[in-house]
């Protein structure tokens, strides 16, 4: 009576597999795909279709299209980007093109400033050409405060002194 039942048991029906995506923006949602057109001053509205073709023909933003071949921009290079243009390089691939496109458009949106990478510029004559070369350089930070502890010793090291001093 057992035995039997695996041959009357239904087969689990196939899902249909989905289509491969042609590029980025196709994985975007609307909504991301909007603020793109937002942030590279092109019309933002109609379809996700419609946007996704502005997107491509557009020549600030195509380059950020396609997938999989020779000519598509990773995570990397887009990174390296940021870095050229001292943008913050942290986040998803989304939020670096969006950055890019907001700072070579002047597009950012009202009460948001971009947050810039923590350098600053460090004009510099080159010895060769002798021309003035300007350089992004890290900040230096400042060294944290002491911890409670540290000063408490220094403190008490400072009044060991003084008292050494006053009795001699």
Request: aromatic share 8%; glycine share 6%.
């Given at each position: 009576?057992?035995?039997?039942?695996?041959?009357?048991?239904?087969?689990?029906?196939?899902?249909?597999?989905?289509?491969?995506?042609?590029?980025?923006?196709?994985?975007?949602?609307?909504?991301?795909?909007?603020?793109?057109?937002?942030?590279?001053?092109?019309?933002?509205?109609?379809?996700?279709?419609?946007?996704?073709?502005?997107?491509?023909e557009n020549e600030q933003t195509s380059?950020?299209?396609?997938?999989?071949?020779?000519?598509?921009?990773?995570?990397?290079?887009?990174?390296?980007?940021?870095?050229?243009?001292?943008?913050?390089?942290?986040?998803?691939?989304?939020?670096?093109?969006?950055?890019?496109?907001?700072?070579?458009?002047?597009?950012?949106?009202?009460?948001?400033?971009?947050?810039?990478?923590?350098?600053?510029?460090?004009?510099?004559?080159?010895?060769?050409?002798?021309?003035?070369v300007e350089k992004h350089v890290p900040?230096?930070?400042?060294?944290?405060?002491?911890?409670?502890?540290?000063?408490?010793?220094?403190?008490q090291k400072k009044i060991e002194a003084?008292?050494?001093?006053?009795?001699?």
């Amino acid at each position: 009576m057992f035995g039997f039942y695996g041959m009357y048991r239904k087969k689990a029906s196939k899902k249909p597999k989905k289509k491969p995506k042609n590029n980025w923006f196709e994985r975007l949602s609307l909504d991301q795909n909007k603020q793109l057109c937002k942030a590279a001053k092109l019309r933002h509205g109609g379809t996700k279709k419609d946007l996704i073709e502005r997107l491509l023909e557009n020549e600030q933003t195509s380059q950020f299209g396609p997938e999989g071949n020779f000519f598509s921009l990773n995570v990397d290079a887009i990174k390296q980007l940021c870095r050229a243009r001292n943008l913050q390089v942290s986040g998803q691939k989304f939020d670096l093109v969006l950055r890019i496109l907001h700072c070579d458009n002047g597009t950012a949106p009202e009460g948001t400033t971009l947050k810039r990478a923590a350098t600053q510029i460090v004009s510099e004559v080159d010895a060769a050409t002798g021309q003035v070369v300007e350089k992004h350089v890290p900040k230096k930070r400042k060294k944290a405060a002491p911890s409670a502890s540290k000063a408490y010793t220094r403190v008490q090291k400072k009044i060991e002194a003084v008292r050494q001093k006053k009795y001699q």
